[in-house]
T-cell receptor
Framework: DAGVTQSPTHLIKTRGQQVTLRCSPK?????VSWYQQALGQGPQFIFQ???????QRGNFPDRFSGHQFPNYSSELNVNALLLGDSALYLC??????????????FGPGTRLLVL | AQSVTQLGSHVSVSEGALVLLRCNYS??????LFWYVQYPNQGLQLLLK??????LVKGINGFEAEFKKSETSFHLTKPSAHMSDAAEYFC????????????FGKGTKLSVKP
């Protein structure tokens, strides 16, 4: 059973460019959340997708957007990249069925460097 | 609002010694609490979670954590450290909903000396 997968593993961009990161959830999971982890910090919640719609959003600007596809995979898009967007981007998947609280399972992350 | 404070950004223990990583939480609702571990250049792996079923929670790799409401704490322990336990550990609290979005502490880096 494949866990959460993310691509690419590493990415280098320059300021002002746009980037798309991809995530495939764990088998059987229908919910995808994205987190940003800056160096030396804990992950920060960006947003969550369920049934192809953004269900919750953290304190991130509109430059950060996403999409969920019918097969539950997801993309994170960041426009007009800033140096401060350099971070590890983590995708987590979960399933709503029958849980008191959903447990999130994380992928290995995509490390983005903005120059 | 929910928040988590991890005391000690870096903890060093000898192999075979007790591991104690501290986490205090603040939550306006009964909390759901989690511990995750992150090995270098990897994502987060769930160690254990508290969802109000039992105050002492056992996790993987010999770790356990005890929920203490009076102290608003959820400290992580392991009786005997192994070299393979060297990693960064994150305590997290659910944001108050059942969707499981997490608010993380800043992490504690555990070093294990031979």
């Amino acid at each position: 059973d494949a866990g959460v997968t993310q691509s690419p593993t590493h990415l280098i961009k320059t300021r002002g460019q746009q980037v798309t990161l991809r995530c495939s959830p764990k088998s059987g999971h229908d919910t995808v959340s994205w987190y940003q982890q800056a160096l030396g910090q804990g992950p920060q919640f960006i947003f969550q997708y369920y049934e192809e719609e953004e269900r919750q959003r953290g304190n991130f600007p509109d430059r950060f957007s996403g999409h969920q596809f019918p097969n539950y995979s997801s993309e994170l898009n960041v426009n007009a990249l800033l140096l401060g967007d350099s971070a590890l981007y983590l995708c987590a998947s979960s399933s709503e069925l029958g849980a008191v609280v959903e447990t999130q399972y994380f992928g290995p992350g995509t490390r983005l460097l903005v120059l | 609002a929910q928040s988590v404070t991890q005391l000690g950004s870096h903890v060093s223990v000898s192999e075979g010694a007790l591991v104690l990583l501290r986490c205090n939480y603040s939550s306006s609702v009964p909390p759901y609490l989690f511990w995750y571990v992150q090995y270098p250049n990897q994502g987060l792996q769930l160690l254990l979670k508290y969802t109000s079923a039992a105050t002492l929670v056992k996790g993987i790799n010999g770790f356990e954590a005890e929920f203490k409401k009076s102290e608003t704490s959820f400290h992580l322990t392991k009786p005997s450290a192994h070299m393979s336990d060297a990693a960064e550990y994150f305590c997290a609290v659910s944001d108050g909903g059942s969707q499981g979005n997490l608010i993380f502490g800043k992490g504690t880096k555990l070093s294990v000396k031979p």
